[in-house]
């Protein structure tokens, strides 16, 4: 199982004069790190008015910027955003080339159907939207390989065209989708792309049931390109750290937590479908249930503070603004496999548990939150220096 990194270049408030330059600048930081210890890949999301949750609206120009700092480090996208009314499938293509040559050959490309806000933001049409991602996947592959292009479908029409650049691998990069139901796990298996899933405390065994519908897609593969790639890629947060006072001390857990509330408000959409996840129910597939609310939720003022569910218990106080203790936190986070906080023993437990799963790379959240640059870079060199060059 190869270790990555996942990026939201995120840093919640408060924010000091400049933050913006920083967090660049912390980037560039954690991927020289990330490279020099041998970590896969460096995977970035792109969202668009996602204030203080995510600052990548513009993914395409972090392999460029991170390729010139680093020697062999790969660049993912997870994913761009693939309805038409955001991104055209040519304009993916020709940027996706462009960073490809640029970083010496070093992209994959993930497309995702995005959801919420921004769907509102660029007139996206839910309906249609999972409709436009499958036909995206078929046709930058082919901008990418046919010496002239044309396209007809009753979704879009682009006529014949010569597109360049074309990308530096050959026949062109690996394929990725970002999945979150079993339909869109079935479909990356069907067209033969990798599969880029989340888990954001939800049971491993919710995972395993997705990756049984990525397996069934395969059953019917259809390749979508000249590349198939049946890689499982899965985005967890991690934090590790050389003893558990330590990662009790850092706060990663209530970081972790503020993640998981602050999505929900930042897009837009219905919170019940994060903490359904975290009960290990599967994502509803409908485009209703990810399009942006009429009239964005307020705080939960009225969440459970008594819920069952420990992990929801300590989400609902912290979302009423509740102080939480950071040793309760982690401790019941600890237990939670599908996060992986704690020292390096506790955290080789949960590596284990997604290697046996068959999870091919896993993408590890190490910014997230406020967690301070000191904090990050730490992480990232004890999982690197324990878990990659000590093979």
Same mark, same amino acid.
């Given at each position: 199982?190869?270790?990555?990194?996942?990026?939201?270049?995120?840093?919640?408030?408060? *924010?000091?004069?400049?933050?913006?330059?920083?967090?660049?600048?912390?980037?560039?930081?954690?991927?020289?790190?990330?490279?020099?210890?041998?970590? @896969?890949?460096?995977?970035?999301?792109?969202?668009?008015?996602?204030?203080?949750?995510?600052?990548?609206?513009?993914?395409?120009?972090?392999?460029?910027?991170?390729?010139?700092?680093?020697?062999?480090?790969?660049? @993912?996208?997870?994913?761009?955003?693939?309805?038409?009314?955001?991104?055209?499938?040519?304009?993916?293509?020709?940027?996706?080339?462009?960073?490809?040559?640029?970083?010496?050959?070093?992209?994959?490309?993930?497309?995702?159907?995005?959801?919420?806000?921004?769907?509102?933001?660029?007139?996206?049409?839910?309906?249609? *939207? !999972?409709?436009?991602?499958?036909?995206? =996947?078929?046709?930058?592959?082919?901008?990418?390989?046919?010496?002239?292009?044309?396209?007809?479908?009753?979704?879009?029409?682009?006529?014949?065209?010569?597109?360049?650049?074309?990308?530096?691998?050959?026949?062109?990069?690996?394929?990725?989708?970002?999945?979150?139901?079993?339909?869109?796990?079935?479909?990356?298996?069907?067209?033969?792309?990798?599969?880029?899933?989340?888990?954001?405390?939800?049971?491993?065994?919710?995972?395993?049931?997705?990756?049984?519908?990525?397996?069934?897609?395969?059953? !019917?593969?259809?390749?979508?390109?000249?590349?198939?790639?049946?890689?499982?890629?899965?985005?967890?947060?991690?934090?590790?750290?050389?003893?558990?006072?330590?990662?009790?001390?850092?706060?990663?857990?209530?970081?972790?937590?503020?993640?998981?509330?602050?999505?929900?408000?930042?897009?837009?959409?219905?919170?019940?479908?994060?903490?359904?996840?975290?009960?290990?129910?599967?994502?509803?597939?409908?485009?209703?249930?990810?399009?942006?609310?009429?009239?964005?939720?307020? =705080?939960?003022?009225?969440?459970?503070?008594?819920?069952?569910?420990?992990?929801?218990?300590?989400?609902? !106080?912290?979302?009423?603004?509740?102080?939480?203790?950071?040793?309760?936190?982690?401790?019941?986070?600890?237990?939670?496999?599908?996060?992986?906080?704690?020292?390096?023993?506790?955290?080789?437990?949960?590596?284990? @548990?997604?290697? *046996?799963?068959?999870?091919?790379?896993?993408?590890?959240?190490?910014?997230?939150?406020?967690?301070?640059?000191?904090?990050?870079?730490?992480?990232?060199?004890?999982?690197?220096?324990?878990?990659?060059?000590?093979?």
């Amino acid at each position: 199982m190869i270790l990555d990194i996942f990026s939201e270049l995120q840093r919640a408030r408060p *924010s000091n004069e400049g933050h913006e330059r920083r967090l660049l600048a912390d980037a560039i930081e954690q991927a020289r790190l990330a490279d020099e210890l041998g970590y @896969g890949c460096w995977w970035n999301v792109e969202h668009h008015g996602a204030p203080e949750f995510s600052y990548s609206s513009a993914p395409e120009m972090m392999p460029v910027l991170l390729s010139q700092h680093t020697k062999r480090l790969r660049f @993912g996208h997870s994913g761009i955003l693939a309805p038409f009314a955001i991104n055209h499938p040519v304009r993916v293509a020709e940027r996706a080339a462009f960073a490809d040559l640029a970083s010496g050959g070093r992209l994959e490309l993930g497309l995702a159907r995005s959801g919420g806000a921004e769907w509102e933001t660029f007139g996206v049409d839910p309906e249609t *939207s !999972r409709a436009q991602l499958r036909e995206a =996947l078929h046709i930058v592959p082919r901008v990418w390989t046919d010496e002239r292009f044309s396209w007809k479908s009753d979704l879009i029409e682009i006529p014949e065209r010569e597109v360049v650049p074309k990308p530096l691998q050959k026949p062109h990069p690996p394929l990725w989708q970002t999945c979150t139901s079993p339909e869109s796990f079935e479909m990356a298996g069907e067209l033969g792309v990798g599969a880029l899933a989340t888990t954001l405390f939800s049971p491993l065994d919710s995972l395993r049931l997705l990756f049984d519908h990525h397996a069934k897609g395969h059953e !019917r593969l259809a390749p979508c390109s000249q590349v198939v790639n049946r890689q499982r890629a899965v985005f967890t947060f991690m934090h590790c750290c050389e003893t558990r006072k330590e990662a009790i001390e850092s706060r990663a857990a209530e970081h972790a937590l503020w993640f998981v509330n602050a999505a929900p408000r930042v897009f837009q959409v219905p919170r019940n479908i994060w903490i359904d996840a975290i009960r290990g129910d599967l994502q509803d597939n409908a485009p209703a249930a990810t399009a942006a609310l009429s009239s964005p939720e307020a =705080l939960p003022t009225d969440a459970d503070l008594d819920d069952p569910h420990p992990v929801v218990r300590l989400l609902n !106080r912290q979302a009423r603004g509740l102080p939480l203790d950071p040793v309760e936190a982690f401790e019941v986070l600890e237990p939670v496999e599908s996060v992986v906080i704690g020292d390096v023993d506790s955290c080789r437990r949960k590596l284990d @548990g997604y290697r *046996s799963l068959g999870v091919d790379r896993l993408m590890c959240l190490m910014q997230f939150g406020a967690l301070p640059q000191e904090r990050i870079l730490a992480s990232i060199r004890t999982a690197g220096e324990a878990f990659l060059r000590a093979g």
